[in-house]
């Protein structure tokens, strides 16, 4: 498969964008747009001052900076990292906690933040609630029982450790050297938090490109692309530890590991055509904005975003009718497919309601059912078929994490 991403800069609506997107056979499949007057505070640790306790909802408001606010699950507290606390053991009003950004603001909701801090590497997370020995059961059992093995002495009794899928790819040295970079930061925090004044930034996450490219390496990224000089620097810096400090020319590609299969990072160079142009980036934006998407059938989809969900209706359009039954179920599977791929696209969470075409058959139900599973299982962040309602609408979600494109683009 020949995916890429594409780090570059593009005007949207009169607003300047950093846009990270991830190209799956020339087709646009993740896009991520930064406001570069905005910029996103996802993984940021801060020290925060409880505002109000709502028990009714179970939840904290914590304010991060002057102004800033932030919603806190109480149920996922468990040993937080108290700066102030007027009572041992109980949460009360302006008490100042360490906090980290964990989902960012959506619609009119505020981000929701974490006692459980969190430090990515490509290869290993560290955790400071979540505190067992964690690995993907995407590993193979061998692979599983030697990571159980030769980590079982590097964590302790403080942290946890979540060892990823990607991990099979690396040397154990360079998992190694990762865990003591990020065990590194993890111990700074840890010295440091006590003597910070409420409000500062402990940790800032990295950028959001890098940690796309972190969250795509598993996906068999052939290049990285950008025409950005300062992107290109970090890009390499982050992934390349001898490269820091040397002289980086135009046109070298520097591979970001040495054992592991991961793409080459490429500075793009050529002032007759733009990399967005390259790839008809801003047109492709402007499709996946669009309330209605055509379907190679004829047939089309009707997206609309509402404050509480999502509601997608499918419709046969310009599509040429046969047999009634093989016909509503070839637009229905076809449908199927490119709503999974538009969830992904448009990064759209939460609840997703879906109003295919009604089809006589229970076997063609099921075979419907099976493709939207399947269609679903490609997508990185998880998202899961719930069942069809009484009135035939198909019940999807999708995990929140980052705001919707629509979202990106309006703020």
């Not at 801090?117 to 059992?141: P, R, Y």
């Not at 403080?158 to 970079?181: C, Q, S, V, W």
């Not at 009604?358 to 069942?387: H, R, S």
Request: aromatic share 8%; glycine share 4%; hydrophobic share 40%.
């Amino acid at each position: 498969m020949s995916n890429r991403i594409i780090i570059t800069k593009e005007t949207i609506q009169e607003k300047d964008f950093l846009v990270t997107a991830l190209f799956e056979e020339n087709r646009l499949a993740e896009v991520s747009c930064d406001n570069l007057q905005n910029i996103s505070i996802l993984g940021n640790i801060y020290v925060g001052k409880i505002k109000q306790i709502v028990p009714k909802i179970g939840a904290a408001f914590i304010e991060i900076t002057p102004g800033q606010m932030t919603y806190l699950p109480l149920n996922d507290v468990k040993e937080p990292h108290m700066v102030r606390q007027q009572r041992p053991g109980k949460l009360t009003e302006n008490d100042e906690i360490v906090v980290q950004i964990a989902k960012e603001a959506v619609k009119t909701k505020f981000p929701t933040v974490s006692t459980n801090l969190t430090f990515q590497g490509n290869a290993i997370v560290l955790t400071t609630e979540n505190k067992k020995l964690g690995i993907s059961k995407k590993l193979d059992k061998e692979k599983r029982k030697h990571y159980q093995k030769v980590f079982a002495d590097k964590k302790d009794d403080r942290f946890g450790l979540i060892i990823r899928t990607i991990a099979g790819n690396y040397a154990d040295e360079e998992i190694f050297a990762e865990f003591e970079r990020i065990y590194a930061v993890y111990q700074k925090l840890e010295s440091q938090y006590m003597h910070r004044t409420c409000y500062s930034c402990l940790y800032h996450a990295p950028s959001p490109y890098i940690s796309a490219v972190k969250e795509k390496l598993s996906q068999q990224i052939e290049k990285i692309v950008t025409d950005d000089r300062v992107i290109f620097n970090e890009l390499t810096e982050e992934f390349i530890p001898e490269a820091k400090g040397s002289a980086l020319t135009a046109s070298a590609d520097y591979p970001l590991n040495k054992s592991i299969k991961t793409p080459p990072v490429s500075f793009y160079e050529d002032s007759m055509l733009p990399l967005s142009a390259l790839y008809g980036l801003k047109a492709k934006l402007q499709d996946a904005l669009q309330e209605r998407v055509w379907l190679k059938s004829g047939a089309y989809l009707v997206i609309q975003p509402t404050e509480a969900l999502t509601v997608i209706d499918v419709n046969s359009g310009k599509c040429i009718k046969g047999n009634p039954n093989d016909f509503y179920l070839k637009i229905n599977l076809e449908a199927a497919e490119e709503i999974a791929r538009q969830l992904r696209l448009r990064n759209i969470s939460g609840i997703c309601v879906v109003d295919f075409i009604n089809m006589d058959t229970k076997e063609a139900e099921i075979e419907l059912v099976q493709a939207i599973k399947k269609a679903l299982a490609k997508d990185t962040v998880p998202a899961m078929f719930v069942d069809f309602t009484k009135l035939g609408l198909a019940e999807i979600t999708r995990k929140k994490v980052k705001k919707p494109l629509w979202e990106q683009i309006e703020m």
